[in-house]
């Protein structure tokens, strides 16, 4: 219609009301102003009475638009008030489910597993907690030829059909509702009609807990989190041919940074100069503290190992894990049980402190508010400063409620230990025959280590190194 006004063939347009032709206020007001007047074209509003013929009332007309702009802002209102009810409530109110989710015919708002595409995202995360990165898994889908979508693709010979890439991957293994949870929104519009939005941070998303089936479980999804997160940024300039197997969960005992690895320089052969035997890479690493690499002794000290002996002392601690396991497993479960009912009850006391320090805080807060708001209205405070100060004791109040949250859920942890010592058991027993380590065995089974401070013992060097492994914590081992 616009393009034929402009071209000459339109010389009436009649709506039945202001708001048939537009909502926004802004737009309507351009139309009727500005763009019928300059092409000579008459407009008519049959029951609002606006004709621009005869001017009959277009002293009101910007008012009506205006109200018919509040109409459609508040009907905009209320239906996302009841989407984000909705949503809050666990109920899916999105378009296209997530890959490996189907909606529920039963139930509307439910979601279900879908038996054809849940067991690539079953996959995926199965790859991702044995160490594989988001690019690696990506290159194997598409060499499997596994379709990205649901949806079946007109020819077998289509490329974006099997498309995979490491920002999808990613996007899968962060996505809380293959846990069973629900996410209530990723992104705020920032304004009506403005067709742009704010990205909410993850650490800031809503997630409601135990909506629908699990793809993964919630242990398996929470450890796939913490590999994401530990996973280093490669480093360029790395000639040597070691593969870095510890990458991302060997830290210093006294920092708490991680450890780098590094290579020692013993010429172009690359030969052991006593011997004269070619060494093998692993022989010619070492580890070496973040913090004392890069600001010296005063910062930290060196924590240096030999990649050699530290991957000798993990192989060997798992290898004797496993053997106590399968070898009296009453016996070690009673172990690893009582030790962690020792170590639970003791953060469970101080952590429980913590809570009761931040409770009572949040309501020193609420007094503060309404002693706050009584200096206000006496004329003692000024609204400035009023405003200030309470958006500073607002912001300390809602930190200490995020922090009381992540206190519970760990508290909660120790109704689960029978179920992770057992967990642990039936992991470790997989690798009573292992000879040789890799990404998957370490990170399946750990979940950090930590290396400590070179010291001497009666004459001789010894190193402390503790592994912590998933599910029942630390082990401490030593180097001599």
Same mark, same amino acid.
């Given at each position: 219609?616009?393009?034929?006004?402009?071209?000459?063939?339109?010389?009436?347009?009649?709506?039945?009301?202001?708001?048939?032709?537009?909502?926004?206020?802004?737009?309507?007001?351009?139309?009727?102003?500005?763009?019928?007047?300059?092409?000579?074209?008459?407009?008519?509003?049959?029951?609002?009475?606006?004709?621009?013929?005869?001017?009959?009332?277009?002293?009101?007309?910007?008012?009506?638009?205006?109200?018919?702009?509040?109409?459609?802002?508040?009907?905009?209102?209320?239906?996302?008030?009841?989407?984000?009810?909705?949503?809050?409530?666990?109920?899916?109110?999105?378009?296209?489910?997530?890959?490996?989710?189907?909606?529920?015919?039963?139930?509307?708002?439910?979601?279900?597993?879908?038996?054809?595409?849940?067991?690539?995202?079953?996959?995926?995360?199965?790859?991702?907690?044995?160490?594989?990165?988001?690019?690696?898994?990506?290159?194997?889908?598409?060499?499997?030829?596994?379709?990205?979508?649901?949806?079946?693709?007109?020819?077998?010979?289509?490329?974006?059909?099997?498309?995979?890439?490491?920002?999808?991957?990613?996007?899968?293994?962060?996505?809380?509702?293959?846990?069973?949870?629900?996410?209530?929104?990723?992104?705020?519009?920032?304004?009506?009609?403005?067709?742009?939005?704010?990205?909410?941070?993850?650490?800031?998303?809503?997630?409601?807990?135990?909506?629908?089936?699990?793809?993964?479980?919630?242990?398996?999804?929470?450890?796939?989190?913490?590999?994401?997160?530990?996973?280093?940024?490669?480093?360029?300039?790395?000639?040597?041919?070691?593969?870095?197997?510890?990458?991302?969960?060997?830290?210093?005992?006294?920092?708490?940074?991680?450890?780098?690895?590094?290579?020692?320089?013993?010429?172009?052969?690359?030969?052991?100069?006593?011997?004269?035997?070619?060494?093998?890479?692993? %022989? @010619? &690493?070492?580890? =070496?503290?973040?913090?004392?690499?890069? !600001?010296?002794?005063? +910062?930290?000290?060196?924590?240096?190992? $030999?990649?050699?002996?530290?991957?000798?002392?993990?192989?060997?601690?798992?290898?004797?894990?496993?053997?106590?396991?399968?070898?009296?497993?009453?016996?070690?479960?009673?172990?690893?049980?009582?030790?962690?009912?020792?170590?639970?009850?003791?953060?469970?006391?101080?952590?429980?402190?913590?809570?009761?320090?931040?409770?009572?805080?949040?309501?020193?807060?609420?007094?503060?508010?309404?002693?706050?708001?009584? %200096? @206000? &209205?006496?004329? =003692?405070?000024?609204?400035?400063?009023? !405003?200030?100060?309470? +958006?500073?004791?607002?912001?300390?109040? $809602?930190?200490?409620?995020?922090?009381?949250?992540?206190?519970?859920?760990?508290?909660?942890?120790?109704?689960?230990?029978?179920?992770?010592?057992?967990?642990?058991?039936?992991?470790?027993?997989?690798?009573?025959?292992?000879?040789?380590?890799?990404?998957?065995?370490?990170?399946?089974?750990?979940?950090?280590?930590?290396?400590?401070?070179?010291?001497?013992?009666?004459?001789?060097?010894?190193?402390?190194?503790?592994?912590?492994?998933?599910?029942?914590?630390?082990?401490?081992?030593?180097?001599?």
């Amino acid at each position: 219609m616009i393009a034929d006004i402009e071209a000459g063939k339109v010389g009436c347009v009649i709506t039945k009301d202001l708001s048939r032709l537009g909502r926004n206020y802004i737009e309507a007001g351009s139309y009727i102003e500005i763009f019928f007047p300059k092409h000579n074209v008459r407009y008519i509003a049959v029951t609002d009475g606006v004709d621009s013929l005869t001017r009959q009332e277009m002293d009101i007309t910007p008012f009506k638009n205006i109200l018919n702009d509040m109409y459609s802002r508040d009907i905009s209102k209320k239906v996302l008030a009841g989407r984000m009810t909705r949503s809050r409530q666990g109920k899916f109110c999105g378009g296209q489910p997530p890959l490996g989710l189907m909606r529920d015919p039963d139930e509307k708002g439910h979601l279900i597993t879908d038996p054809e595409t849940a067991p690539v995202i079953r996959r995926i995360f199965e790859l991702a907690l044995d160490g594989w990165g988001c690019m690696r898994i990506a290159k194997q889908l598409m060499d499997d030829k596994v379709p990205i979508t649901r949806v079946k693709a007109n020819t077998e010979c289509d490329v974006n059909y099997y498309s995979w890439g490491s920002a999808r991957i990613s996007h899968i293994l962060r996505n809380p509702f293959y846990k069973g949870a629900h996410l209530v929104c990723r992104t705020h519009q920032k304004g009506i009609r403005s067709n742009t939005y704010d990205i909410i941070p993850r650490e800031d998303w809503e997630v409601i807990e135990n909506c629908h089936e699990a793809i993964v479980t919630p242990a398996e999804w929470e450890q796939v989190q913490e590999i994401i997160d530990r996973r280093p940024t490669i480093m360029k300039g790395n000639a040597c041919p070691f593969y870095n197997l510890f990458h991302g969960i060997i830290y210093c005992a006294t920092c708490g940074k991680s450890m780098q690895v590094r290579y020692e320089k013993v010429g172009r052969t690359g030969k052991n100069r006593f011997t004269g035997k070619e060494r093998e890479p692993i %022989d @010619k &690493a070492y580890y =070496i503290c973040q913090t004392y690499n890069r !600001l010296g002794k005063n +910062a930290c000290t060196s924590h240096k190992i $030999e990649a050699r002996d530290l991957y000798n002392l993990v192989l060997k601690d798992i290898q004797d894990l496993a053997a106590m396991a399968l070898k009296d497993a009453d016996v070690f479960y009673q172990r690893l049980s009582s030790r962690m009912e020792r170590r639970y009850m003791a953060d469970a006391s101080e952590m429980q402190k913590e809570c009761d320090r931040l409770e009572a805080r949040n309501q020193e807060i609420d007094s503060m508010f309404m002693s706050l708001y009584t %200096d @206000k &209205a006496k004329g =003692i405070l000024t609204e400035q400063r009023f !405003l200030k100060l309470t +958006a500073t004791l607002e912001q300390e109040q $809602e930190a200490n409620r995020k922090r009381l949250q992540d206190l519970m859920l760990v508290m909660r942890r120790t109704d689960e230990q029978e179920s992770d010592v057992r967990t642990f058991m039936q992991e470790i027993r997989k690798y009573a025959a292992i000879q040789e380590l890799d990404e998957a065995v370490l990170n399946r089974l750990i979940s950090k280590i930590l290396v400590g401070e070179v010291r001497k013992v009666d004459g001789q060097k010894c190193q402390e190194v503790k592994i912590v492994y998933n599910f029942v914590g630390e082990i401490p081992a030593v180097i001599e």
